[in-house]
């Protein structure tokens, strides 16, 4: 499985982002996606995951009500909306996936990685 994220940038605070990450080398369907975020001098967290089909999807308490997670399996994409931005939530992120349709929030139980995008929220 192979994924490329992108859509990062530089927002101001309480502005809005759409990352996407690119899935290519499995059938999308069969695998659940996630997205976490790494800040500097930070560990690397978990920010919301979604399953296969796109039916269920589970969010960090940080970003719960302000980012949604969402998929078009038709397009290979899965999408992460980021809205009422927060200097805070300045980081690097990143999408991975696991054939396992299950939750989880460990970034060891995600074999597969891309190569992280930039967001920059000024304040």
């Known amino acids: 499985v192979q994924l490329q994220a992108f859509g990062g940038g530089l927002v101001q605070a309480w502005g809005s982002l759409r990352l996407s990450c690119a899935v290519s080398?499995?059938?999308?369907?069969?695998?659940?996606l996630a997205w976490f975020r790494q800040a500097p001098g930070k560990e690397r967290d978990f920010v919301a995951w979604?399953?296969?089909?796109?039916?269920?999807?589970s969010y960090a308490d940080s970003v719960k009500g302000r980012f949604t997670i969402s998929r078009d399996n038709a397009k290979n994409t899965v999408f992460l909306q980021m809205n009422s931005l927060k200097p805070e939530d300045t980081a690097v992120y990143f999408c991975?996936?696991?054939?396992?349709?299950?939750?989880?929030?460990?970034?060891?139980?995600?074999?597969?990685w891309g190569q992280g995008t930039q967001v920059t929220v000024s304040s």
């Open positions: 080398g499995r059938t999308v369907s069969r695998i659940s």
């Open positions: 991975a996936a696991t054939r396992f349709n299950l939750i989880s929030r460990l970034e060891n139980e995600y074999p597969y």
């Open positions: 979604i399953s296969q089909n796109g039916a269920w999807t």
